[in-house]
T-cell receptor, first 116, second 115 residues
């Protein structure tokens, strides 16, 4: 199946700094990518839909100025957590859908963000 | 709009007994349905998927699921549980929505397997 690579897998940063997480589709072009957040022992919550060449669509309650999403090419979407705080510590996962109909989502390995 | 309901937050079985994890969905179109497993501190692993072909879908590790459109269900089963099956399981629907495809996760079911 298709491969989605997410990097880094783990990151620790200081409060107030920004962290960028990359999501790449390695062997297919992804017109749409999704970013999820998972709190401990909870399900994945969709944060935003990233569309190549246009602005991301954010779910209700997600701060677009804090979670900046850029989808500049058909194989790369980035999520930047700006001015990170300890409450932003979480597991972030991206997924990518291909360009064909009735497609499954392919998931990255996830990024464990810890803000200290 | 899509939604996914996993009917049990926790399921506990004894090793060697059958497993049933229940999932109901709603969708405006013909959805694709998936089951993923997540072991502690790990990423997601696809168990199986339904994409409008055979309604009984066989996946990895002995798991299977049956798509029942009339009941809007996609329950996950396994004839005999193994200790290594203990994990979190997510039922997922992927469907067309405004602006393209959207993938929605159920709340998850934690499977406990007793020796």
């Amino acid at each position: 199946g298709a491969v989605v690579s997410q990097h880094p897998s783990r990151v620790i940063c200081k409060s107030g700094t920004s962290v960028k997480i990359e999501c790449r589709s390695l062997d297919f072009q992804a017109t749409t990518m999704f970013w999820y957040r998972q709190f401990p022992k909870q399900s994945l919550m969709l944060m935003a839909t990233s569309n190549e060449g246009s602005k991301a669509t954010y779910e209700q309650g997600v701060e677009k100025d804090k979670f900046l999403i850029n989808h500049a090419s058909l194989t790369l979407s980035t999520l930047t957590v700006t001015s990170a705080h300890p409450e932003d510590s979480s597991f972030y996962i991206c997924s990518a859908n291909g360009m064909w109909e009735y497609t499954e989502a392919f998931f990255g390995q996830g990024t464990r963000l810890t803000v200290v | 709009a899509q939604s996914v309901t996993q009917l049990d937050s926790h399921v506990s079985v004894s090793e060697g007994t059958p497993v049933l994890l229940r999932c109901n969905y709603s969708s405006s179109y013909s959805p694709s349905l998936f089951w993923y497993v997540q072991h502690p501190n790990k990423g997601l692993q696809l168990l199986l998927k339904y994409t409008s072909a055979a309604t009984l879908v066989k996946g990895i590790n002995g798991f299977e699921a049956e798509f029942k459109k009339s009941e809007t269900s996609f329950h996950l089963t396994k004839p005999s549980a193994h200790m290594s099956d203990a994990a979190e399981y997510f039922c997922v629907v992927s469907d067309q929505s405004t602006g393209g495809f959207k993938t929605i996760f159920g709340a998850g079911t934690r499977l406990f397997v007793k020796a």
